[in-house]
């Protein structure tokens, strides 16, 4: 029997997700205020009691990232100070999860930054979405659940008739989130392999696979400055067919990247999830089609307050 009750909380970045989680949850969102002084500080204030409860507090890290993330650091510490007995966060999009290693000398770990201030500042348990590498989960000395969008993804797709299509990695290290898709629809896989010359610019060096005479179904785990829409072309100099379809869990969606999305008549559809808010821009566009991630999310926070196991179906091993 469960004696602490369960309560929802979210930040400013996005309510909208808090709100239908805590639809689906049959329970009232809890009352917080944030506000944004005009020195640039944050001001933060939970305006209910929450001693002795279960929170779960949602956070999706929109831009401005950096005021998401203070925001986040300092309901933390509030709902610490006010005495809640469990401080789940829940972090659709994690953020700075392309920073988790050294790649050159003197180079800042920045996603271990980011786990350290979490974990430090008190919360109890994380939880995330396909996070860009899953071994950042042992940046992390507290219960940590790495969630997968991909069977929320693939079920959506099963909507279409994906006959002839391929599933294509956009490159080496996202060929087991691919494998995952292929796995589960019953497609073939294709993997870019390219290299990246920087942040936002990449060179493809060789395509792993047969995609002649097939339509591309190219995943990955995020979408931001769009170097992702450059690799079409090297799928139909290698024989693609068809209009190519985006699969992708976050939409960070940079306006450059919406702005190449809008203008490629080679690309048909962009299929993402709301663990980020869609951009106005990108609002405006008939390719995209952002599904909910709620039921998911419900359902693991449900199985969480009640103690029982989350299956392997929700969790990115």
């Known amino acids: 029997m469960q004696n602490h009750p369960l309560h929802i909380f979210s930040g400013s970045c996005f309510p909208e997700l808090a709100n239908e989680i805590a639809i689906y949850l049959d329970s009232p969102l809890g009352k917080a205020t944030t506000t944004f002084l005009p020195d640039s500080e944050i001001h933060v204030i939970i305006d209910e009691v929450v001693r002795g409860h279960d929170v779960y507090f949602i956070q999706s890290m929109k831009r401005p ?17 006010a005495s809640a007995n469990k401080i789940n966060i829940i972090l659709p999009y994690f953020p700075y999860a392309r920073q988790e290693r050294m790649s050159k000398g003197r180079e800042s770990i920045s996603a271990r930054v980011v786990a350290d201030l979490i974990e430090r500042m008190g919360a109890s348990r994380v939880s ?5 590498n899953p071994a950042i989960q042992g940046f992390f000395n507290i219960p940590v659940d790495p969630i997968s969008a991909i069977p ?19 490159d080496v290290g996202r060929t087991a989130l691919a494998g995952k898709y292929a796995e589960n ?3 073939p896989l294709a993997v870019i392999q390219k290299r990246r ?11 792993i696979g047969d995609i002649s005479g097939k339509r591309p179904i190219v995943i990955d785990d995020m979408i931001a400055s769009g170097s992702i829409i450059s690799q079409v072309n090297d799928l139909y100099d290698h024989g693609a067919i068809g209009k190519t379809w985006l699969s992708i869990t976050h939409p960070i969606l940079m306006p450059q990247a919406i702005e190449s999305i809008m203008n490629d008549d080679r690309i048909e559809k962009v299929i993402v999830t709301n663990t980020l808010p ?19 999310l419900s359902e693991i926070i449900k199985r ?13 091993s």
């Open 278 to 296: 869609l951009p106005k821009q990108a609002l405006a566009c008939n390719k995209f089609e952002q599904i909910s991630i709620a039921p998911l």
């Open 65 to 81: 990232v950096n005021e998401a993330i203070m925001e986040l650091l300092l309901f933390i510490d509030a709902f610490r100070r």
């Open 304 to 316: 969480m307050h009640q103690d029982e196991s989350i299956s392997n179906q929700l969790i990115l």
């Open 152 to 170: 929320v993804l693939c079920n959506h797709l099963r909507n279409y008739n994906l006959e002839n299509s391929i599933i294509v990695s956009p």
């Open 128 to 132: 995330f979405i396909d996070i860009h």
């Open 185 to 187: 629809l019953g497609l």
């Open 197 to 207: 010359e920087s942040f936002t610019k990449t060179r493809t060096i060789q395509i």
